[in-house]
T-cell receptor, first 115, second 115 residues
Framework: AQSVAQPEDQVNVAEGNPLTVKCTYS??????LFWYVQYPNRGLQFLLK??????LVKGSYGFEAEFNKSQTSFHLKKPSALVSDSALYFC?????????????FGGGTRVLVKP | GAVVSQHPSRVICKSGTSVKIECRSL??????MFWYRQFPKQSLMLMAT?????????EQGVEKDKFLINHASLTLSTLTVTSAHPEDSSFYIC???????????FGEGSWLTVV
């Protein structure tokens, strides 16, 4: 069975400071890893994914994530946070690309960027 | 890019009635779609996998007779909440994998309130 853990319920950061949102995963095969962001009362917006290749993945809105196989982690990072980055962030894992393969989500991390 | 559309975005219905939520892939075909439920400030809970041309696959604990799923075409899946009760009030989100399966796109979600 696959699983995702986001150890922090909330992350507070001052605007302009680096932002890190942690994620660890467990999957039997090769992981397909995703980060999504959710603003209040909205659906999920895709930020980035790791399928294969470079361990450092760059995504939307200046976010990036680093795949670390030995630590089974896929932490989301942004060098300089904006107040508008305040939202709910979800990490998700999928065991391969088949259409029927389900996404398993972490519990979510609420990010609050203070001016 | 690929877009998944949900309708309605908000619906209020009376207890005992049924309500239908539509999920459409707008510029790609999706043989599989996923339906999630999300409670306030919580993560997404997968309810079922919708399969075009065949029966949906429900997750453990989800009542298939209450949450009817129909995947009528390669671009449309519907979720019908039958005999709705106030405890069915929630945020329902659908998703569809891109062709090739490397990315999963989400709809904007549908707020259901049962009064």
């Amino acid at each position: 069975a696959q699983s995702v853990a986001q150890p922090e319920d909330q992350v507070n950061v001052a605007e302009g400071n680096p932002l890190t949102v942690k994620c660890t995963y467990s999957v039997s095969g090769n992981p397909y890893l995703f980060w999504y962001v959710q603003y209040p009362n909205r659906g999920l917006q895709f930020l980035l994914k790791y399928i294969t290749g470079d361990n450092l993945v760059k995504g939307s809105y200046g976010f990036e994530a680093e795949f670390n196989k030995s630590q089974t982690s896929f932490h989301l990072k942004k060098p300089s946070a904006l107040v508008s980055d305040s939202a709910l962030y979800f990490c998700a894992v999928r065991d391969g690309p088949a259409a029927g393969n389900k996404l398993t989500f972490g519990g979510g991390t609420r990010v609050l960027v203070k001016p | 890019g690929a877009v998944v559309s949900q309708h309605p975005s908000r619906v209020i219905c009376k207890s005992g009635t049924s309500v239908k939520i539509e999920c459409r892939s707008l510029d790609f075909q999706a043989t599989t779609m996923f339906w999630y439920r999300q409670f306030p400030k919580q993560s997404l809970m997968l309810m079922a996998t919708s399969n075009e041309g065949s029966k949906a696959t429900y997750e453990q604990g989800v009542e298939k007779d209450k949450f009817l799923i129909n995947h009528a075409s390669l671009t449309l899946s519907t979720l019908t909440v039958t005999s709705a009760h106030p405890e069915d009030s929630s945020f329902y989100i659908c998703s569809a994998p891109s062709q090739g399966g490397n990315t999963i796109y989400f709809g904007e979600g549908s707020w259901l309130t049962v009064v």
